[in-house]
Structures are given as structure tokens and as C-alpha cells.
């Protein structure tokens, strides 16, 4: 950044909520949904209505952990609302300054309850369990 300016405009006169372009003060403010142009863009990649039929197969299960990061809104507009994927399949999609207190990397030393649920969503087991006699 080489130089701000500051606007004597009243901010609250700007809707951040949704998409549209505004004026404030001489600055033209652009609020995009990024949320539905990456879903489009997802669209324009993968095969949307074979991954729903997939979605919607009964021996299929699927769990998406977005760790309360970024992720979850994402997540939930295409698996839910855009490939027909049950809600409860994004856990922790609410994104929260502090990761809801989770550590934000989803390596084995701290994702053990998403290896757990995935343990179960699939039937895979340890090692051990899948050994003869195990």
C-alpha cells in the first residue's frame, strides 16, 4: 500500500451484506458474492449433476469438516445447496475468529474426531480390525 485516503462519507450508508456497487465519498465500493462465483466456477468445472446423482446414491456417505474457517460457507453452498448433500454433512461450517478453539490444521495430531467420524461414515477400521484375527 502507498497511500489511503479517508472519507468523511458515513459507511452505514454502504449495504456490505449484499452484492451491488456503491459510492462512498469519490470511491466506488463493489461488494461481490464470493460464495456464488465460486460455486459457478466450481460449475463450469466439475460435473455438478453427476456428483449429485452420486450425492444422492444411499451407499454413499460423506462428512465435510470446514474446521470453523473460511471454508464452511463454501462447503455448504455447493454440497448442500447446490449438490443436494445433507446438511448435517458440513460440520464446524460456521467460520469463528479462533477456529471455535480448534486448531485450524487438519493433520492427524489434531483432527482426531473428524479420522473418528470418518472411521464410521466409511467402516473403515484400524489396522488391527482388518487383520486376520484382529
Known amino acids: ?29 463493489v461488494v461481490v458474492d464470493a460464495v456464488g462465483e465460486y460455486s459457478k466456477m466450481m460449475q463450469g468445472i ?14 454413499f456417505s460423506m462428512v465435510f469438516d470446514a474446521m470453523n474457517g473460511v471454508a464452511g460457507p463454501f462447503a455448504r453452498r455447493i454440497f448442500v445447496d447446490d449438490l443436494g448433500a445433507d446438511a448435517s454433512s458440513i460440520v464446524n461450517g460456521v467460520p469463528l475468529p479462533d477456529f471455535g478453539g480448534a486448531h485450524p490444521d487438519p493433520n492427524l495430531k489434531y483432527a482426531e474426531t473428524l479420522v473418528s467420524t470418518m472411521q464410521l461414515v466409511d467402516g473403515v477400521g484400524t489396522d488391527e480390525e482388518k487383520s486376520p484375527g484382529g
Open 1 to 29: 500500500i502507498k497511500k489511503y485516503r479517508i472519507t468523511g462519507e458515513e459507511p452505514a450508508k454502504t449495504a456490505f451484506d449484499k452484492p451491488g456497487t456503491t459510492r462512498l465519498g469519490n470511491m466506488e465500493v
Open 46 to 59: 466439475f460435473d455438478f449433476p453427476s456428483i449429485r446423482r452420486l450425492m444422492q446414491r444411499k451407499d
